[in-house]
């Protein structure tokens, strides 16, 4: 299931008072949802209504604020790009989540919020206008009413994660990384998420083509996961001492090739770098008995590019 972000309609109301607050009201949330995406949540917003039926302030629906000169023009053309998904909870797919639907109710300080519940079910990211006080919290309580299986009415407190601006969003970052790890099914994601879960790590474009043939069948899989994460928790250490690569710092069997092997299949340890250059990688780490990570630190910047994913290559002493 992919990270959602869904819209909180209480959020709606009260209208702003005039067209200068409704426009500040669309740019926090404009900046927020861009934090959002720019971390991997998936570009939808699911919606109770049409918003293109909204009203942000009297005589001033948003479909008026999609056409005004007044407002950043990007701002507007970010939100156009947005897919929306409408109504909620009619556009919840998952079955399990929809059966909960159908027998839960949410309410937040007395009022029943259906875009705040959804979001709760679906382990999403709840987003507010911020046009009251109570939207300004980056986590929101909420009554969560619903019938066990026996009939029985069940009523607990939970919590839903929330944002309202940029800052929340940022808060959340941890929370974010470890939601869409949880939805990696394949190679294609880790590639597709690899600036949000690997910030540090530079990925070399042949990575790309050795990622994309790997599927939640495939062993290496998590355990690649795993190794990434170990190379960009290194990173963050590495940037935090301040001082030379450490070899020791990356867990399990790390080193570099031998001479022998760089003289003969050099070649096949060169790849083409993010910034253009053609280098040779020779560190590399083990992933299994047959799968090898080959990787290069970049002292200047203190990340590690990535160069190969793959079977052992061949060396000096072992002939694919």
Known sequence: MDLEMVLNELSLQPLANDV?????????????????????????????????????APDYPLARWRNDNEVDREARRF???????????????????????????????????TGLGIAFLLNGLALSLRSEQRWYSSHLELDFIQLDDDGEIIEELVEVIHASQRDHVLEHAGWIKSRIASVIRNGSDVWEYRKQLFPNLQFCTSVREQLLVLNSGNSPLRLIEKKLSDLEACCKD???????????????????????????YGH????????????????????????????????????????YIGEHLPTAKFHM
């Open 238 to 264: 590495w940037q935090e001492r301040g001082s030379v690569f450490d070899l020791r710092q990356i867990p399990g069997k790390c080193a570099p090739e031998s001479e022998a092997t760089l003289n003969e």
């Open 79 to 113: 939100f156009s790009r947005l897919s929306t998904n409408y109504p909620i909870p009619a556009s919840v797919t998952d079955p399990e989540v929809k059966k909960k639907v159908d027998t839960s109710d949410f309410l937040h300080e007395n009022d029943r919020a």
């Open 268 to 307: 096949q340890r060169t790849f083409h770098c993010p910034d253009g250059v053609m280098r040779v990688f020779s560190l590399h780490v083990r992933i299994t008995s047959y799968w090898r990570l080959h990787f290069l630190p970049l002292e200047g910047q203190k990340q590690i590019i990535i160069g």
């Open 20 to 56: 200068q607050i409704a426009r500040q009201r669309m740019i926090d949330l404009i900046t927020t949802l861009q934090a959002a995406t720019t971390r991997g949540i998936k570009r939808e917003l699911l919606t109770h209504d049409n918003l293109n039926n909204v009203f942000l």
